[in-house]
């Protein structure tokens, strides 16, 4: 069973930065097109980035697009996360997950952003 666990989320001022890992167990992480998705408080969870398995393709939401970096590490399997230029309306908790064959949620981690 693969477990996903989130890390790096902190609380941070507006225009600031913030990386998230995520770390898989199991040894199929590397042939999974991962994803980060993200829950702000009241809403659905929702899709920020995806990357393929060679992590030379990646896709963004349009809020997100040109401020977040989605990169991974098939060798240590960790997914990242790299969120610069930080705005309140990214305050969340994030998850990552395969993007086509979910596994369970991890416990995500929180980004809460001050203005």
């Known amino acids: 069973q693969v477990q996903l666990v989130e890390s790096g989320g902190d609380l941070v001022q507006a225009g600031g930065s913030l990386r998230l890992s995520c770390a898989a167990s199991?040894?199929?992480?590397?042939?999974?097109?991962m994803a980060w998705y993200r829950r702000a408080p009241g809403s659905q969870r929702d899709w920020v980035a995806s990357i393929n398995t060679d992590g030379d393709g990646t896709w963004y939401a349009d809020s997100v697009k040109g401020r977040f970096t989605i990169s991974r590490d098939n060798a240590k399997n960790i997914l990242y996360l790299q969120m610069n230029s930080l705005k309140p309306e990214d305050t969340a908790v994030y998850y990552c997950?395969?993007?086509?064959?979910?596994?369970?949620w991890g416990q995500g981690t929180q980004v809460t952003v001050s203005s």
């Open positions: 199991g040894s199929t992480f590397r042939v999974r097109i």
């Open positions: 997950n395969d993007r086509l064959r979910q596994i369970n």
